[in-house]
T-cell receptor, first 112, second 112 residues
């Protein structure tokens, strides 16, 4: 099993550009989530999904969109990148929101 | 919504000493409290978790205690070793809430 995979590992964007961060898991987990990690602020939930076709907002959803068309994939879209979105992004999956979350390796995003 | 506060933000201990990290949460409905360890440049990984129907849980050198009345929980690491040096995050969730809220993290340094 590959577990949770994320691409790309690093990305540099210019302000206003859009892009999609990819996340996939092969553990047949229903629950998937996206976090951003900033120094001194821990992991903040952006969006999450409890199954294919079902998504909801987390603590910091503004500027991000998600969709969940399959159990395996949960992409995160930045609509118009801003310097405030410079961060490390982690995708995670678990059986439910009440169980161990398995994190991907992260994507380090810089917005200039 | 839920708010999790974590203290201290940094902790330095001598190898062999004990380390204690404390967290408080705001929502009395929360009943799942995991702890994650993140080594430098790596993804967070679950080290121990506790549910509200127990007051303490141990796994070798690691223990977690929960006080639901006071709404706080703590991580205890005994006989610390250099490989325990990492960032530790506490988190809280409700069973059917699907949102895991993290504390800001504690940088633990074990000096040999």
């Amino acid at each position: 099993n590959a577990g949770v995979t994320q691409t790309p590992k690093f990305q540099v964007l210019k302000t206003g550009q859009s892009m999609t961060l990819q996340c996939a898991q092969d553990m047949n987990h229903e629950y998937m989530s996206w976090y951003r990690q900033d120094p001194g602020m821990g992991l903040r939930l952006i969006h999450y999904s409890v199954g294919a076709g079902i998504t909801d907002q987390g603590e910091v959803p503004n500027g991000y969109n998600v969709s969940r068309s399959t159990t395996e994939d949960f992409p995160l879209r930045l609509l118009s990148a801003a310097p405030s979105q410079t961060s490390v992004y982690f995708c995670a999956s678990s059986r439910t929101g009440y169980n161990e979350q398995f994190f991907g390796p992260g994507t380090r995003l810089t917005v200039l | 919504g839920e708010n999790v506060e974590q203290h201290p933000s940094t902790l330095s201990v001598q190898e062999g000493d004990s380390a204690v990290i404390k967290c408080t949460y705001s929502d009395s409905a929360s009943n799942y409290f995991p702890w994650y360890k993140q080594e430098l440049g790596k993804r967070p990984q679950l080290i121990i978790d506790i549910r509200s129907n127990v007051g303490e849980k141990k796994d070798q050198r690691i223990a977690v205690t929960l006080n639901k009345t006071a709404k706080h929980f703590s991580l205890h690491i005994t006989e610390t070793q250099p490989e325990d040096s990492a960032v530790y995050f506490c988190a809280a969730s409700m069973e059917y809430g699907n949102k895991l809220v993290f504390g800001a993290g504690t940088i633990l340094r074990v000096k040999s």
